[in-house]
């Protein structure tokens, strides 16, 4: 398959769900992307203070979850990279990996590119890529004026997508409480995660 729009979707996926899975398809098909890369970050600088699950297991259980879409892959590139995950080395990784690339991607949450100003780089991850930014029902980007009208607005296409209400915390917090977590994420995953015992349970 000739890859020449590929999106990169970073995240510490602890663990992945089907919110993850909707935003990078619905990004897929109305962006025409060829292949949508998952990232799970190692130490991502932005988690200090929380313990996050191995990055070995997380991978794991992004590999299961994208394996059934053809479109979807999933790279260790930041796991095997040594110190702190940083968003403008993952790029520039794939752009060497993919010199021919028509369009590079970064598909993130509204929510994250309000907060760009706060990335490694930001303004150099800005001007080598082009984001996505997945917005969830009640969103609205004209509420927020110190974007709008701010240069970082023509780097960035919002999306909206049905809402899906999950989360990485609601999983493990349903876990610790005893309450189901089926259908939140990929049966594969569910089964990883409870026979590894990667989070706390009743």
Request: net charge negative; no cysteine; proline share 12%.
């Given at each position: 398959m000739s890859i020449k729009r590929l999106a990169i979707m970073g995240g510490t996926f602890?663990?992945?769900?089907?919110?993850?899975?909707?935003m990078a398809e619905e990004a897929r098909q109305a962006f025409g992307i060829d292949l949508v890369v998952f990232v799970p970050n190692a130490q991502p600088p932005h988690k200090k203070g929380y313990a996050v699950t191995s990055a070995e297991h997380r991978y794991a259980m992004t590999l299961l979850a994208t394996a059934s879409n053809r479109y979807f892959a999933c790279s260790r590139v930041e796991i095997d990279r040594p110190g702190l995950s940083y968003s403008i080395d993952t790029i520039r990784h794939f752009r060497a990996e993919y010199p021919d690339l028509e369009h590079l991607y970064f598909i993130t949450g509204a929510d994250a590119i309000l907060q760009i100003m706060t990335w490694h780089d930001y303004q150099k991850v800005l001007h080598e890529c082009e984001f996505i930014a997945v917005t969830r029902p009640g969103f609205h980007v004209e509420e927020h004026p110190e974007?709008?009208?701010?240069?970082?607005?023509?780097?960035?296409?919002?999306?909206?997508?049905?809402?899906l209400d999950i989360s990485s915390t609601m999983i493990r917090n349903r876990l610790a409480t005893g309450h189901t977590i089926k259908y939140l994420t990929t049966e594969t995953v569910v089964n990883y995660l409870l026979r590894e015992k990667l989070y706390p349970t009743p």
């Open positions: 602890d663990p992945i769900h089907y919110g993850h899975l909707l974007f709008v009208g701010s240069s970082l607005a023509q780097h960035v296409s919002f999306l909206p997508i049905p809402g």
